[in-house]
Antibody
Framework: EVELLESGGGLVQPGGSLRLSCETS????????MSWVRQAPGKGLEWVSV????????YYPDSVKGRFTISRDNSKNTLFLQMNSLRAEDTAAYYC?????????????WGQGIQVTVAS | QSVLTQPPSVSAAPGQKVTISCSGS????????VSWYQQLPGTAPKLLIY???KRPSGIPDRFSGSKSGTSATLGITGLQTGDEADYYC???????????FGTGTEVAVL
């Protein structure tokens, strides 16, 4: 059974930094792309980042490009999201998600989410 | 800002059918597979449909998906109170080079 467990969230001041982690089990971590998706309070879903399984290629939307960095440690089956220069609009629940087949562009398993609040 | 457009809400009586539309463009739905996700209140999203019309194991055949051109549709038949949730379409945008989700649709069972 696939399990994804996020950690590292919390309250941070505007301009501050936070590092999220996602510990995984139940699948061959290095074989799959992974993503972070966020959901602001009362709002819809937003892709935050993608990292491929094989070559570690990364993708970001303009809203976080240059501020957020996704990375992975295949030896520890763990995904990370380094968030810098945080803004109030980054306040959201952040979900770690596993990709299925790359060509299907599908997120087939999700973590329970972790809250990030950016406020002074 | 979502690039895929869904109706804000749909509703029907128990046992009835609802359909949810997802409208995009040639760079996203028109070029890539579409997935659908169900988000029950207070929980994480869950995959319902992938590759336009395929159901993961464990998803009942009351849920169906289709795609035509730059639009996709999710159908739910035999509506149950447990189906009350938010539903999101999702795909990849080959122009933006990132994944995109729909605006989300709330399903209410009357």
């Amino acid at each position: 059974e696939v399990e994804l467990l996020e950690s590292g969230g919390g309250l941070v001041q505007p301009g501050g930094s936070l590092r999220l982690s996602c510990e995984t089990s139940g699948f061959i971590f290095s074989a799959y792309a992974m993503s972070w998706v966020r959901q602001a309070p009362g709002k819809g879903l937003e892709w935050v980042s993608v990292i491929s399984g094989s070559d570690g290629h990364t993708y970001y939307p303009d809203s976080v490009k240059g501020r957020f960095t996704i990375s992975r440690d295949n030896s520890k089956n763990t995904l990370f999201l380094q968030m810098n220069s945080l803004r109030a609009e980054d306040t959201a629940a952040y979900y770690c998600a596993k990709w299925g087949n790359w060509n299907d562009k599908v997120l087939d398993s999700w973590g329970q989410g972790i809250q990030v609040t950016v406020a002074s | 800002q979502s690039v895929l457009t869904q109706p804000p809400s749909v509703s029907a009586a128990p046992g009835q059918k609802v359909t949810i539309s997802c409208s995009g463009s040639s760079s996203n739905i028109g070029y890539n597979h579409v997935s659908w996700y169900q988000q029950l209140p207070g929980t994480a999203p869950k995959l319902l449909i992938y590759a336009n019309d395929k159901r993961p194991s464990g998803i009942p055949d009351r849920f169906s998906g289709s795609k035509s051109g730059t639009s996709a549709t999710l159908g739910i038949t035999g509506l149950q109170t447990g189906d009350e949730a938010d539903y999101y379409c999702g795909t990849w945008d080959s122009r933006l080079n990132i994944g995109v989700f729909g605006t989300g649709t709330e399903v209410a069972v009357l």
